[in-house]
């Protein structure tokens, strides 16, 4: 953050272009660090020389000044790759020390960018003594979040080099948030094939230090390629002090006159000639290892917008022109969570205008929002979005200020924030607020009896009867089928439950259409009794057969009245009438052929014409399959997919083993807030328009998502594209109305209302990318895409996609930097690359016949459809911990932060003598190692230490340790309620289940024939340089 | 006298291929623009697909009868498109899908209207040439 400062100086003619610029608040944090900067860089500039002169070259400065310096004829020798890093080694030890030294409060704001560095670093961290010296030093403290991961940016490849100013447009950053930095990106990590963290500090800037004598020039200069790394034991000093450097660079006033900014990351991919190695540090290559990060800088810049969990842009720079918008390879595009859980405390204000009735655009039907202005001394107000001036009503009339700003703006929670919801009047109502309704379809042929599923569901439904949303409006209504179906009449009038049972499949009728679906407060106790008795009541079941087709026809008879949801247990492949399956994963010679996407589709149109007709008439419907065998997901997901709901599949349903699972999702699913019947539609300013969506709904009219049922868990995607060949304005709206009928019976709109600057510059969209909201995106077009393409033609467009975007970024600044054979990214999508892997690797997109069973595929491909940005990310690169250090560790209170230290997803990271967590937000697995201590593995399984582990469940033990582990995972499953993540237990070298169970999803190790991270890496360099 | 009336009936017929496939093409307009709810536009298109292929193959059926050998030529690339559709169960529009469809089905079918309108053509000259035929 210092730097910008600095930097805003320096270039502030430049990002004039775009609106934000930069508003004096933001920059005021940092305003009294900037100067400090500037005299003290200069300061150290002076002292540099005298004390550092022969080792240090100029490039010192450099890194400040390096603006400048870039151009410098003297650069252009050392432009090879090889340059940037070689020095390093020496130079930056040297280095980094001095500059420390003098500028102390400098540092700070340095660092502060560096905190964000990737945690990449930080297995190169343990480094070698010198360094660490230098580390002692002051920044340490200095950096809030930072000291951890500073050590990480000694690590090379981090672009986590804060920007400097340049852009500045950008508004002053937080110091937490990387990419906030407007600026440039001076790290570069040259990884070198052989030495590795060593490189990096010096990349980026050339020209600037070229010209200062190297002692170790001779190496790089040797390989262009590359450069030799010099001693890996340096490395980590250089790093530092590099990356001080950098932040230096920006400071000096010397940059300004040039104006040339870079705000890229890289990292240098030098193939040695002759050598065999890939030329490249694999600890150097960028991982998301803290987890998400939402782009703090919108939010910055547009205080009143919603907050990123409810509406996340992919770049928060909307382009101005649709030549620029088709150069930038990404989607462009928000991932929406209109009912994303708040925080205590930030809830969403609920409006009520009561007479006055909702305030909306005449012409475009905008919600008011914090960004209309009023005229007319506020008797009219200006859309935001399509700019026509309306009438003020006479109940919401308020005098204006001397400012424009209306009197009355803080009792106003519509004017001030993004998120509001209003309650919606009579007009907003087809028909009067439905109630609640839950129906529960039940397979219980034998097959469901056997595995216990029936007595876990039932159990589950009767435990969240109390929470059940809605009381006491909410209906319940049951129905189970196995070659005929079962309904049970529940009237309140009764004791017992009544069983009619209908086994004319052929054509369906509901006896006692009233009383099938009742409300259960005033049912309550035959609800009770019927729960209660239904596992003994087929618990001698011997039917095979599932009449699945006519008994979903059935509950939607009995529901097409009010709506609700419907949930469906379905243990077997529906064998019977209409809507009947057959088991099609038999023939092996469909994969990888045309018609293999055919399989990920629902085989009869029954499942889409019925999933039409229960959106229609607003039910949504959540399948629960538990078979061992081919069940069809594809087909019966398309059910919960085009009507809103979840697919949740437990394959081989054992109660013993997952029934916990069951039952914390079932009543998760039950008891958390809903909101039914509800239409979402998201507006945006004139010249963009919102063209496709993906996830789970169906469409009612081309902008008009139709969702049966939300909750918090759900999140949809839209594309924009630009109407206009050229946009006029600033800035664009975007305004995410969910008009919704919540629990309680009131109707609502909950309304999201976000700006977004438009800029003129490639560069700057890249710079405000979100990279979280990106995989999202691209995750779900992948999807998307294997429903009509094979497999391998979506990973390969996935691939061909991000090519294209670093491609196009590297045309932006590889003719002024001479980059040479440096990979170059955008700061904001320095994880593009790995998630772009995972994407690959993911289970919808890997599944042949030989990696994953097909209904696992379809069911993770339906969940990733829905799934919110931090739930995916974090799936596609989950959490590794190590265990057995804490667990060992004698303080009982020793706090949980110490787990927050993330492991790449590496083989190499597992230690034969460690205990692992893996952590993927759907399960745990943890690995014991070959050689664990017996002693941690005793106390944590008692007796079972020694028996086989698949057969072992973990639960605690009266132990320290046992407790403590159980705590930790209790603490991570706290983190994430929607789903509950079973613990499976693996012990190293125990195969095939540790291979299928973990190893299969280490990410950057190579597995059959999918990439490593390295080799996906270098292959998507490779296709970057050509014909770059 | 025979050739008139024959043209005249395949006149006809290629009338009323026309005439459903601007139907269609009419209601996936009518639903871009939000004139029609996707349910009820899938119905409608759905309940004259089946007709218009069967036109579509019985007049194939009709020129290899009557002998005009480059008409039948002519129209059997549609005639293996449709059938193709249908084989793949692709011929009917998929309500839930229809917005991501959009522009493929309205594709398709102007395509297939270009299509007919030059089959028309070709009919007429077919006509004027078999008549002068007669009249020498």
């Known amino acids: 953050m210092g730097t910008e400062n600095p930097g805003r100086q320096q270039f502030p003619a430049r990002p004039a272009a775009t609106p934000f610029a930069a508003p004096p608040q933001n920059v005021m944090p940092f305003s009294s660090s900037g100067p400090l900067v500037r005299s003290e860089s200069s300061g150290f500039r002076s002292t540099l020389p005298a004390g550092h002169q022969p080792m240090m070259p100029p490039s010192m400065h450099m890194d400040g000044s390096q603006v400048s310096g870039f151009r410098s004829p003297p650069i252009a020798r050392f432009n090879d790759?090889?340059?940037?890093?070689?020095?390093?080694?020496?130079?930056?030890?040297?280095?980094?020390?001095?500059?420390?030294?003098?500028?102390?409060?400098?540092?700070?704001?340095?660092?502060?960018?560096?905190?964000?560095?990737?945690?990449?670093?930080?297995?190169?961290?343990?480094?070698?003594?010198?360094?660490?010296?230098?580390?002692?030093?002051?920044?340490?403290?200095?950096?809030?979040?930072?000291?951890?991961?500073?050590?990480?940016?000694?690590?090379?490849?981090?672009?986590?080099?804060?920007?400097?100013?340049?852009?500045?447009?950008?508004?002053?950053?937080?110091?937490?948030?990387?990419?906030?930095?407007?600026?440039?990106?001076?790290?570069?990590?040259?990884?070198?094939?052989?030495?590795?963290?060593?490189?990096?500090?010096?990349?980026?800037?050339?020209?600037?230090?070229?010209?200062?004598?190297?002692?170790?020039?001779?190496?790089?200069?040797?390989?262009?390629?590359?450069?030799?790394?010099?001693?890996?034991?340096?490395?980590?000093?250089?790093?530092?002090?590099?990356?001080?450097?950098?932040?230096?660079?920006?400071?000096?006033?010397?940059?300004?006159?040039?104006?040339?900014?870079?705000?890229?990351?890289?990292?240098?991919?030098?193939?040695?000639?002759?050598?065999?190695?890939?030329?490249?540090?694999?600890?150097?290559?960028?991982?998301?290892?803290?987890?998400?990060?939402?782009?703090?800088?919108?939010?910055?810049?547009?205080?009143?917008?919603?907050?990123?969990?409810?509406?996340?842009?992919?770049?928060?720079?909307?382009?101005?022109?649709?030549?620029?918008?088709?150069?930038?390879?990404?989607?462009?595009?928000?991932?929406?969570?209109?009912?994303?859980?708040?925080?205590?405390?930030?809830?969403?204000?609920?409006?009520?205008?009561?007479?006055?009735?909702?305030?909306?655009?005449?012409?475009?039907?905008?919600?008011?929002?914090?960004?209309?202005?009023?005229?007319?001394?506020?008797?009219?107000?200006?859309?935001?979005?399509?700019?026509?001036?309306?009438?003020?009503?006479?109940?919401?009339?308020?005098?204006?200020?001397?400012?424009?700003?209306?009197?009355?703006?803080?009792?106003?929670?519509?004017?001030?924030?993004?998120?509001?919801?209003?309650?919606?009047?009579?007009?907003?109502?087809?028909?009067?607020?439905?109630?609640?309704?839950?129906?529960?379809?039940?397979?219980?042929?034998?097959?469901?009896?056997?595995?216990?599923?029936?007595?876990?569901?039932?159990?589950t439904i009767r435990s969240c009867l109390d929470k059940l949303p809605g009381f006491p409006r909410t209906q319940i209504g049951f129905a189970t089928f196995d070659s005929a179906i079962h309904f049970y009449n529940m009237k309140s009038s009764l004791t017992q439950p009544q069983m009619m049972v209908v086994s004319d499949l052929d054509d369906i009728f509901v006896p006692l259409p009233d009383d099938l679906l009742v409300n259960l407060s005033e049912s309550r106790n035959v609800v009770e009794t019927f729960l209660d008795s239904l596992p003994s009541m087929f618990q001698d079941n011997m039917n095979v057969e599932s009449a699945f087709g006519p008994a979903l026809k059935a509950a939607f008879m009995v529901m097409s009245q009010l709506g609700g949801k419907l949930l469906i247990?379905?243990?077997?492949?529906?064998?019977?009438?209409?809507?009947?399956?057959?088991?099609?994963?038999?023939?092996?010679?469909?994969?990888?052929?045309?018609?293999?996407?055919?399989?990920?589709?629902?085989?009869?149109?029954?499942?889409?014409?019925?999933?039409?007709?229960?959106?229609?008439?607003?039910?949504?419907?959540?399948?629960?399959?538990?078979?061992?065998?081919?069940?069809?997901?594809?087909?019966?997901?398309?059910?919960?997919?085009?009507?809103?709901?979840?697919?949740?599949?437990?394959?081989?349903?054992?109660?013993?083993?997952?029934?916990?699972?069951?039952?914390?999702?079932?009543?998760?699913?039950?008891?958390?807030?809903?909101?039914?019947?509800?239409?979402?539609?998201?507006?945006?300013?004139?010249?963009?328009?919102?063209?496709?969506?993906?996830?789970?709904?169906?469409?009612?009219?081309?902008?008009?998502?139709?969702?049966?049922?939300?909750?918090?868990?759900?999140?949809?995607?839209?594309?924009l594209s630009l109407e206009d060949t050229l946009l006029t304005t600033q800035t664009v709206y975007f305004q995410v109305a969910l008009l919704y009928t919540a629990s309680c019976g009131e109707r609502r709109i909950r309304v999201h209302t976000a700006a977004a600057p438009v800029v003129a510059d490639l560069g700057e969209m890249y710079r405000q990318a979100d990279s979280g909201a990106i995989v999202s995106l691209l995750s779900r077009l992948a999807i998307e895409k294997t429903l009509s393409h094979k497999l391998e033609d979506a990973r390969n467009s996935l691939q061909l996609r991000i090519v294209k975007a670093l491609k196009e970024y590297r045309n932006l600044y590889a003719v002024q930097h001479r980059l040479g054979g440096r990979m170059i990214y955008p700061e904001s999508l320095k994880f593009l690359p790995l998630y772009g892997l995972a994407i690959c690797r993911s289970k919808p997109l890997r599944g042949g016949y030989a990696d994953a069973p097909l209904d696992e595929c379809c069911s993770a491909g339906y969940t990733m459809m829905s799934l919110p940005v931090k739930k995916l990310l974090k799936l596609l690169y989950p959490r590794l911990v190590r265990l057995d250090e804490y667990l060992l560790k004698a303080s009982t209170q020793a706090d949980i932060k110490d787990l927050e230290k993330t492991l790449p997803l590496a083989a190499e990271n597992l230690d034969a003598r460690g205990l692992y967590l893996y952590d993927d937000g759907f399960r745990f697995i943890l690995w014991f190692g070959r050689a664990l201590s017996p002693d941690v593995a005793m106390n944590l399984l008692g007796a079972d230490f020694a028996a086989e582990l698949s057969k072992v469940n973990l639960y605690e033990h009266d132990n320290e340790m046992s407790r403590k582990l159980m705590r930790i995972i209790k603490n991570f499953r706290d983190s994430d309620h929607s789903y509950y993540q079973l613990c499976h237990l693996v012990r190293q070298g125990e195969q095939p289940r540790e291979s299928f169970l973990l190893l299969s999803y280490l990410l950057e190790d190579q597995m059959g024939g999918a990439n490593g991270y390295v080799n996906w890496f270098l292959q998507i360099h490779r296709q970057v340089q050509q014909n770059a | 006298m025979v050739t008139l009336w024959l043209w005249l009936f395949s006149f006809f017929f290629l009338l009323g291929l026309l005439c459903t496939l601007a139907f269609q093409l009419m209601c996936l307009v009518d639903l871009e623009y939000d004139y029609i709810n996707p349910y009820d536009s899938a119905s409608r298109i759905n309940r004259v697909v089946l007709p218009e292929f069967i036109a579509q193959g019985a007049l194939c059926f009709f020129f290899l009868l009557t002998g005009n050998w480059l008409t039948f030529?002519?129209?059997?690339?549609?005639?293996?498109?449709?059938?193709?559709?249908?084989?793949?169960?692709?011929?009917?529009?998929?309500?839930?899908?229809?917005?991501?469809?959009?522009?493929?089905?309205?594709?398709?079918?102007?395509?297939?209207?270009?299509?007919?309108?030059?089959?028309?053509?070709?009919?007429?000259?077919?006509?004027?040439?078999?008549?002068?035929?007669?009249?020498?």
């Open chain 1, 569 to 719: 247990f379905q243990n077997t492949l529906p064998s019977l009438g209409v809507g009947r399956l057959k088991l099609r994963v038999d023939d092996l010679r469909v994969y990888g052929t045309d018609k293999e996407h055919m399989l990920r589709l629902p085989e009869d149109p029954f499942y889409k014409q019925m999933a039409a007709e229960l959106t229609k008439n607003q039910i949504s419907l959540n399948a629960y399959a538990f078979s061992e065998k081919y069940t069809d997901i594809a087909s019966l997901g398309a059910l919960a997919k085009y009507t809103g709901g979840q697919v949740y599949y437990y394959p081989s349903f054992q109660s013993a083993t997952h029934g916990e699972k069951l039952r914390h999702e079932l009543s998760r699913d039950l008891t958390r807030e809903t909101a039914w019947e509800a239409v979402m539609r998201i507006r945006c300013g004139k010249g963009v328009r919102f063209t496709s969506y993906h996830g789970n709904f169906m469409l009612r009219s081309t902008d008009l998502m139709a969702l049966p049922a939300v909750d918090c868990d759900k999140a949809y995607a839209a594309q």
């Open chain 1, 81 to 459: 790759p090889s340059v940037p890093s070689p020095p390093t080694s020496s130079v930056p030890a040297t280095v980094g020390p001095f500059q420390r030294f003098p500028t102390p409060p400098f540092r700070s704001t340095a660092q502060v960018p560096l905190s964000h560095a990737p945690p990449v670093g930080q297995p190169l961290a343990q480094p070698p003594a010198p360094s660490v010296s230098f580390r002692t030093q002051p920044q340490i403290p200095l950096v809030p979040m930072g000291s951890p991961p500073q050590s990480l940016n000694s690590a090379p490849p981090n672009m986590n080099v804060p920007y400097s100013s340049p852009d500045s447009t950008v508004p002053a950053p937080r110091p937490n948030f990387q990419s906030s930095f407007p600026g440039h990106i001076r790290l570069q990590s040259n990884a070198d094939s052989q030495a590795p963290p060593i490189q990096s500090p010096f990349s980026a800037h050339q020209g600037g230090y070229a010209p200062a004598p190297l002692p170790s020039s001779s190496p790089f200069l040797a390989h262009p390629g590359g450069y030799v790394p010099p001693p890996p034991v340096l490395a980590p000093m250089g790093l530092q002090s590099r990356d001080q450097m950098q932040h230096f660079g920006s400071g000096p006033p010397i940059g300004s006159i040039q104006g040339l900014m870079e705000d890229f990351s890289s990292l240098s991919i030098g193939s040695v000639p002759g050598s065999i190695d890939p030329g490249i540090d694999p600890k150097a290559l960028p991982r998301p290892l803290e987890g998400d990060v939402e782009p703090k800088l919108l939010a910055e810049m547009y205080p009143m917008n919603c907050d990123p969990r409810y509406l996340r842009l992919t770049t928060s720079a909307i382009p101005n022109s649709q030549s620029l918008a088709a150069r930038w390879h990404l989607p462009l595009g928000a991932i929406v969570c209109p009912l994303a859980e708040a925080p205590d405390g930030d809830e969403v204000p609920v409006v009520n205008f009561a007479s006055t009735g909702i305030i909306r655009c005449r012409r475009c039907r905008t919600y008011v929002n914090p960004f209309i202005t009023f005229t007319d001394s506020g008797r009219k107000w200006r859309c935001s979005i399509c700019s026509l001036l309306n009438d003020v009503p006479g109940e919401y009339f308020s005098h204006l200020d001397a400012t424009g700003r209306r009197l009355d703006l803080d009792q106003r929670p519509e004017l001030t924030k993004g998120s509001v919801e209003f309650v919606a009047p009579t007009e907003y109502m087809m028909r009067p607020p439905m109630p609640p309704v839950y129906f529960f379809l039940i397979d219980v042929s034998i097959s469901a009896v056997r595995s216990g599923m029936i007595e876990v569901v039932a159990q």
């Open chain 2, 73 to 136: 030529v002519f129209s059997l690339p549609y005639l293996c498109y449709n059938v193709r559709l249908y084989m793949e169960r692709r011929h009917l529009v998929d309500v839930t899908e229809i917005y991501n469809q959009l522009r493929w089905e309205k594709k398709q079918r102007f395509l297939k209207i270009g299509y007919v309108i030059l089959l028309v053509f070709l009919s007429l000259f077919w006509l004027l040439s078999s008549i002068s035929v007669e009249d020498e």
